[in-house]
Nanobody, 123 residues
């Protein structure tokens, strides 16, 4: 079983950048496809970005394209989400997850989740 721990969230101003990290432990990290989702209060968990187990293929929600970049370092067992030009609407708890369905945009395809990290964007 893989365990995931997110970090890197915080309170930032609109237009700023943040880099989220997701540290994995347990089973071999490099054999899984992974993704980032987010959930704002009162809303469903929504897809942000995903990438293949080698990190070659990436997938983004329209809201993330051009601003966010997903990457992974299998040697460090860590997944990243670089977020630039942050907007008020990016405020949410961000979760990383593991899936055997590469690029899936559906949260129920992800079998393991971290506890989440809060990102708050202020004006």
């Amino acid at each position: 079983q893989v365990q995931l721990v997110e970090s890197g969230g915080g309170l930032v101003q609109a237009g700023s950048s943040l880099r989220l990290s997701c540290a994995a432990s347990g089973r071999t990290f490099g054999s899984f496809s992974m993704g980032w989702f987010r959930q704002a209060p009162g809303k469903e968990r929504e897809f942000v970005a995903a990438l293949s187990w080698l990190g070659v293929r990436t997938y983004y929600a329209d809201s993330a394209k051009g601003r966010f970049a997903i990457s992974r370092d299998n040697a460090k067992n860590t997944l990243y989400l670089q977020m630039n030009s942050l907007k008020l609407e990016d405020t949410a708890v961000y979760y990383c997850g593991v899936t055997d369905k590469e690029g899936s945009r559906w949260y129920y395809d992800y079998k393991v989740w971290g506890q989440g990290t809060q990102v708050t964007v202020s004006s």
